[in-house]
């Protein structure tokens, strides 16, 4: 990657915090400006710092004010998801992005405006800054097609088209987001994309946003070891 890949650590984290339900990172464009709003948008019902999303149409996040949370793990079995990871086939690593694999985030190009009002009717979501402490993959697996990785923070050459995926305008799709290790994370994702519905000349426009996931042990896991450093407080403070 170039050397503006990576971000600086991040050290405060969002106030809110999403951690189930149905969202997706994505961009609102109005037709003239030259750059797309990016935004967290969390459907109806999702859990935001433990209590459902109301309203009809969810409510939207600013990059900053909202991190997504998750802790299930899976076996990275896909060979070109180890090698985007750096990590064998068998390893065990963090995983988000459905139902299965809370929380339920994809990415949407919903609020765009027509397909056609866009060259080819497709915006290009670039990977453009990373931090954490371990590695991250965003892949895809098509039935009877294959997988594909879009986004590696190991390197361009361990994607399919160096770390940029074309989306169909008005498109929503669900990936499989994963991480090697627990920790705060920060991702900086940046679209691109070629107006061509307005009367004058064409419009080239561009967005970008830095999104923070908070990757953490099982719960029960946490609990015990809650649990335990509570109890090493309440024997120093006996002894004191």
Known sequence: MGAGFLLPTSQTRAASVYTA???DLGIEYTPGDTEFEAHWHIGAGATVDGTA???????EFAPGDLVARLSTTATVS???????????????????????YPPNLGF?????????????????????????????AISQTIPAVGTFVWFSSVGDG????????????????????????PGNYDLELTWTGKYIGGVGPD????????????????????GMLASGLLGMMFLRRRVA
């Open 21 to 23: 339900g149905h969202g």
């Open 53 to 59: 999303v109301s309203g009809l149409d969810g409510e």
């Open 78 to 100: 896909n060979i070109k998801v180890a090698n985007g990871l750096g990590v064998s086939t068998g390893t065990t690593a963090y995983r988000t992005g459905s139902n299965a």
């Open 108 to 136: 949407a190009i919903e609020e765009a405006g027509d397909p056609g009002d866009w060259l080819d009717e497709t915006i290009t979501l670039t990977l453009t800054g990373f931090s954490g402490p371990g590695a991250l």
């Open 158 to 181: 361990f994607t399919q088209n160096d770390n940029k995926w074309d989306l169909a305008v008005g498109a929503h799709q669900h990936l499989e987001i994963w991480f090697t290790q």
């Open 203 to 222: 419009v080239d426009v561009v967005g970008s946003g830095t999104f923070g996931f908070q990757v953490v042990p099982e719960p029960g896991a946490v």
